[in-house]
C-alpha cells in the first residue's frame, strides 16, 4: 500500500513561514517527479512547484522567489519552505508522487491558513 503522509500546515499571518514535509512509503520503483499542488475553496487545484529526480525545479509565477522546494530521494520525501507568505496562498496543499509506468500517488492534504 502507497501512503503520502504530509505535515507541517497550520495557521500563520502574512509574512510569515511555514514549512511543509511529505514522506512516500510503500513505493518499489523510482519516483520521477514529485511536488506540490494546493487547492482553495470553490477554485481548481494548481500546481504550486515541482521537482524531478535530478533536481530540477518547476515553480507557479505567484510563488518564485518565496517558495522553496526540495527533496530527498533516499527517503522519498519532498518539503516545501514557503516565506513571506499571503492570505492569498491559503488553500489545502498536497503532494504528490509520480512513478511513471505505474501510477500518481497522492497525499490527503494539509491546511495553510494564512490570516492576521
Known amino acids: 500500500q502507497v501512503y503520502l503522509v504530509e505535515s507541517g500546515g497550520g495557521l500563520v499571518q502574512p509574512g510569515g513561514s511555514l514549512r511543509l514535509s511529505c514522506a512516500a512509503s510503500?513505493?518499489?520503483?523510482?519516483?520521477?517527479?514529485m511536488g506540490w499542488y494546493r487547492q482553495a475553496p470553490g477554485k481548481q487545484r494548481e500546481l504550486v512547484a515541482t521537482?524531478?529526480?535530478?533536481?530540477?525545479?518547476n515553480y507557479a509565477d505567484s510563488v518564485k522567489g518565496r517558495f522553496t522546494i526540495s527533496r530527498d530521494n533516499a527517503k522519498n520525501t519532498v518539503s516545501l519552505q514557503m516565506n513571506s507568505l499571503k492570505s492569498e496562498d491559503t488553500s489545502v496543499y498536497y503532494c504528490?508522487?509520480?512513478?511513471?509506468?505505474?501510477?500518481?500517488?497522492w497525499g490527503q492534504g494539509t491546511q495553510v491558513t494564512v490570516s492576521s
Open positions: 510503500g513505493i518499489m520503483y523510482s519516483i520521477r517527479s
Open positions: 504528490y508522487a509520480d512513478v511513471p509506468g505505474r501510477s500518481t500517488y
Open positions: 521537482i524531478s529526480r535530478g533536481g530540477t525545479t
